[in-house]
């Protein structure tokens, strides 16, 4: 079965610095990975995907992600962070072989300070 | 373009009432479509997804079903809400593939959701 880790419940960072949120996976082959954002009392949003080829994938609101096999990661990146980047993120996976379905991770909050 | 719509917004029912929640998508045929419940604001479960019309998979036993009578139109049903119904549904879409298993790499979209509580 697949399944994705967000070990971080919450992560916080000053603005201007740069913000990582983890993402580790387990699927059977290799996977299909994503992270979307979620602002309160609203649907999610994709940012990124990672299907095959480079390692780094760039995303929307300059967000990119590092797709490492051998720690099965998929951590996302800033290299700056803005205020208006707070919200809830979530990684999800989906193997290569199996349902159609994404399975999603708890979710990371983001908290920027300003 | 394609958007997804959900509606109500927002919801509150009484424990033993019937709930009907509904998606639609424009702008695209034939989706792959799904919904998904998320508790206390964080995790999502799958709790249906749908190839076609009349097609539907469900992922989990509950209280609730699903249905989808036109081919972008999907509809969240329950006979009779309990308290643990309560949470955000949010309905979602995807491309179908142009090969097989080509799907599995596309990305879903999501719609506003629907706050459903249950006194």
């Known amino acids: 079965a697949q399944s994705v880790a967000q070990p971080e419940d919450q992560v916080n960072v000053a603005e201007g610095n740069p913000l990582t949120v983890k993402c580790t996976y387990s699927?059977?082959?290799?996977?299909?990975l994503f992270w979307y954002v979620q602002y309160p009392n609203r649907g999610l949003q994709f940012l990124l995907k990672?299907?095959?080829?480079?390692?780094l994938v760039k995303g929307s609101y300059g967000f990119e992600a590092e797709f490492n096999k051998s720690q099965t990661s998929f951590h996302l990146k800033k290299p700056s962070a803005l205020v208006s980047d707070s919200a809830l993120y979530f990684c999800?996976?989906?193997?290569?072989?199996?349902?159609?379905?994404?399975?999603f991770g708890s979710g990371t909050r983001l908290q920027v300070q300003p | 373009s394609q958007t997804i719509h959900q509606w109500p917004a927002t919801l509150v029912q009484p424990v033993g009432s019937p709930l009907s929640l509904e998606c639609t998508v424009e702008g695209t045929s034939n989706p792959n479509l799904y919904w998904y419940r998320q508790a206390a604001g964080r995790g999502l479960q799958l709790l249906f997804y749908s190839i076609g019309i009349d097609q539907i998979s469900s992922e989990v036993p509950q209280n609730l079903s699903a249905s989808r009578p036109q081919d972008r139109q999907f509809i969240l049903s329950s006979k009779k809400l309990l308290l643990s119904d309560s949470g955000f549904y949010l309905c979602a879409w995807s491309v179908k593939g142009t090969s097989s298993g080509g799907e599995k790499y596309n990305e879903q979209f999501f719609g506003p959701g629907t706050r459903l509580t249950v006194l």
């Open positions: 699927v059977s082959g290799n996977p299909y």
């Open positions: 990672y299907i095959t080829g480079d390692n």
């Open positions: 999800a996976v989906r193997d290569r072989t199996g349902r159609r379905a994404l399975t």
